[in-house]
């Protein structure tokens, strides 16, 4: 199986949080979903459309963590009360998504965040991150975490920084993958 070095960044956002407006620099048309877009938590998630959305958005910039869990592990993880999905759908076929832990709270992670790969570069990515950072604060969480990595989109770490994140720490890792 090849393996990838990879740097991994690690980055936190601490309340009080900045004003999003920053985000709309980088959304190609209003700070709003277009006609035909929703954005919507999901529950209980059938485990076949998380693998198919992780493994759409995710392949392509070697997403391992989830791809490998048997059934019993995967849904532990995707059904626990503290884990909420949101997915991004374009006239009912979904594009992209979010995963949150809330396990911790008032610290949040945003465990995954992205889209599929011909739905990049549309502007959606940066609505994907106000729309869950306005859904986190307004639930006052005191800290939100994520992390990147050198193999993910090449303008991920920019955008997270520009929504207001900061590099606390920085480690190399290797992935493998098929």
């Known amino acids: 199986m090849p393996s990838f070095q990879t740097v991994v960044t690690h980055l936190s956002m601490e309340a009080p949080f900045r004003d999003l407006s920053s ?3 980088l959304v190609q ?3 709003a979903w277009p006609e035909g877009v929703c954005f919507r938590r999901v529950e209980g998630i059938q485990l076949d459309a998380y693998r198919d959305i992780y493994d759409k958005v ?3 910039w070697h997403w391992v963590n989830r791809r490998y869990l048997n059934d019993h592990q995967l849904a532990a993880l995707v059904h626990h009360p503290a884990t909420e999905i949101y997915l991004l759908s374009e006239n009912n076929q ?3 998504f979010v995963e949150l832990n809330l396990k911790f709270f008032p610290q949040v992670e945003i465990v995954f965040i992205g889209l599929i790969e011909g739905q990049i570069g549309k502007g959606y990515g ?3 991150v106000r729309q869950v950072l306005e859904t986190i604060q307004a639930r006052e969480a005191k800290r939100i975490i994520i992390q990147t990595c050198t193999l993910d989109h090449p303008a991920a770490l920019r955008l997270y920084q520009q929504a207001g994140f900061s590099a606390y720490n920085r480690k ?3 992935i493998l993958d098929e």
């Open 23 to 25: 985000l709309d620099a």
């Open 29 to 31: 048309q209003t700070p």
């Open 58 to 60: 995710g392949r392509q």
């Open 94 to 96: 979904t594009i992209g």
């Open 126 to 128: 940066p609505l994907m």
């Open 172 to 174: 190399q890792v290797e």
